[in-house]
T-cell receptor, first 117, second 108 residues
Framework: SAVISQKPSRDICQRGTSLTIQCQVDSQVTMMFWYRQQPGQSLTLIATANQGSEATYESGFVIDKFPISRPNLTFSTLTVSNMSPEDSSIYLC??????????????FGPGTRLTVT | GIQVEQSPPDLILQEGANSTLRCNFSDSVNNLQWFHQNPWGQLINLFYIPSGTKQNGRLSATTVATERYSLLYISSSQTTDSGVYFCAPGGGNTPLVFGKGTRLSVIA
């Protein structure tokens, strides 16, 4: 398994400002993932973050809006920039561990609940 | 990318009842997980089950990879089982793709 912590756990922010979310893992991992869960919705992948290279963003998400850092193998940050009320969501960090012969099992942090007013 | 369909979208059960949740997916996968998101938002890993059958207490899951579906069985449901159940398959080196979930309410 994996122990993942996120900071902050929740925040209320004003529109136009930015918030940086931190994710810490208890052991080294190659890939870290950032997901968003809008109210009442499922989880959507924002980007994949590898240590030492730029993050890979999914369709609909751009680096200017969601810059990601990955300075080492146990830590990553996601910034939500120039926020609007539509950015109100839970943001979750995730990592994976090898499982079985050829698969991976993913684990999720507790999430950061963001409200933009 | 992988398309995921979960059914039913909503389910209300009397405490003690049994239920089956279904997940259909569009492509071959080598990873499939079931999660429970409790009312406080925490995602709890239930099963890693790319194929076969597993059981954990009152819960069990079966994935038939060749037919691209997975089932989650909940027996003798309890109020603490309430929440949203997500199926999330993944293929190759790609991260998990989440279905829309089944929202379960267990009533005492």
């Amino acid at each position: 398994s994996a122990v993942i912590s996120q900071k902050p756990s929740r925040d209320i922010c004003q529109r136009g400002t930015s918030l940086t979310i931190q994710c810490q893992v208890d052991s080294q991992v190659t890939m870290m993932f950032w997901y968003r869960q809008q109210p009442g919705q499922s989880l959507t992948l924002i980007a994949t973050a590898n240590q030492g290279s730029e993050a890979t963003y999914e369709s609909g998400f751009v680096i200017d809006k969601f810059p990601i850092s990955r300075p080492n193998l146990t830590f990553s940050t996601l910034t939500v920039s120039n926020m609007s009320p539509e950015d109100s969501s839970i943001y979750l960090c995730s990592v994976r561990r090898r499982a079985g012969l050829a698969g991976y099992e993913q684990y999720f942090g507790p999430g950061t609940r963001l409200t933009v007013t | 990318g992988i398309q995921v369909e979960q059914s039913p979208p909503d389910l209300i059960l009397q405490e003690g009842a049994n239920s089956t949740l279904r997940c259909n997916f569009s492509d071959s996968v080598n990873n499939l997980q079931w999660f429970h998101q409790n009312p406080w938002g925490q995602l709890i890993n239930l099963f890693y089950i790319p194929s076969g059958t597993k059981q954990n207490g009152r819960l069990s899951a079966t994935t038939v990879a060749t037919e691209r579906y997975s089932l989650l069985y909940i027996s003798s449901s309890q109020t603490t089982d309430s929440g949203v159940y997500f199926c999330a398959p993944g293929g190759g080196n790609t991260p998990l793709v989440f279905g829309k979930g089944t929202r379960l309410s267990v009533i005492a």
